[in-house]
């Protein structure tokens, strides 16, 4: 079970408490359905979650929506190719399917933000031997020939 979050703010200053809910607004309408999971897509039009974006994306909503931002995380790992490559980006198509995209490289920053998940959800070791998990992850450059 994952760990009940939240974030309030209050203010008596009117314009500063507008802000902030327009900002939680405009953060709320980046959630999407991604198959069964509801991820934070990146916004601004954009409807895949990116590999160089997504995962830090999850990680800074933890504290909004645990679920989701878990989801950016695992969606890249059960889409690991056996050689150890995670897609670039993942689309959810109008039929409800997810598909991983292969046909980009993105920066490799998913470890960092997917171990910071593990730990602000309370998870335990299955979590980290996921198959495609973070204990198979290659190290950045290590296995990619030239």
Same mark, same amino acid.
């Given at each position: 079970?994952?760990?009940?979050?939240?974030?309030?703010?209050?203010?008596?200053?009117? @314009?500063?408490?507008?802000?902030?809910?327009?900002? *939680? *607004? /405009?953060?709320?309408?980046?959630?999407?359905?991604?198959? %069964?999971?509801?991820?934070?897509?990146?916004? !601004?039009?954009?409807? /895949?979650?990116? =590999?160089?974006?997504?995962?830090?994306?999850?990680?800074?909503?933890? /504290?909004?929506?645990?679920? %989701? @931002? =878990?989801?950016?995380?695992?969606? #890249?790992?059960?889409?690991?190719? %056996?050689?150890?490559?995670?897609? !670039?980006?993942?689309?959810?198509?109008?039929?409800?399917?997810?598909?991983?995209? #292969?046909? /980009?490289?993105?920066? #490799?920053? #998913?470890?960092?933000?997917?171990?910071?998940?593990?730990?602000?959800?309370? =998870?335990?070791?299955?979590?980290?031997?996921?198959?495609?998990?973070?204990?198979?992850?290659?190290?950045?450059?290590?296995?990619?020939?030239?």
């Amino acid at each position: 079970m994952l760990p009940d979050t939240g974030v309030s703010f209050r203010t008596d200053d009117a @314009a500063l408490q507008r802000l902030f809910d327009t900002a *939680e *607004e /405009k953060a709320r309408l980046n959630l999407a359905w991604f198959g %069964a999971d509801q991820v934070l897509v990146e916004g !601004g039009g954009y409807e /895949k979650i990116w =590999l160089e974006t997504q995962p830090m994306g999850g990680e800074m909503y933890a /504290k909004r929506h645990m679920t %989701a @931002a =878990l989801n950016n995380q695992l969606l #890249f790992m059960r889409a690991q190719r %056996a050689d150890g490559r995670l897609p !670039g980006s993942i689309q959810c198509m109008p039929d409800g399917s997810v598909e991983p995209q #292969f046909n /980009k490289f993105q920066g #490799f920053c #998913f470890p960092w933000h997917a171990l910071n998940m593990y730990y602000w959800a309370k =998870l335990d070791g299955n979590y980290l031997e996921h198959p495609g998990g973070l204990r198979r992850l290659p190290v950045a450059g290590a296995g990619f020939q030239r």
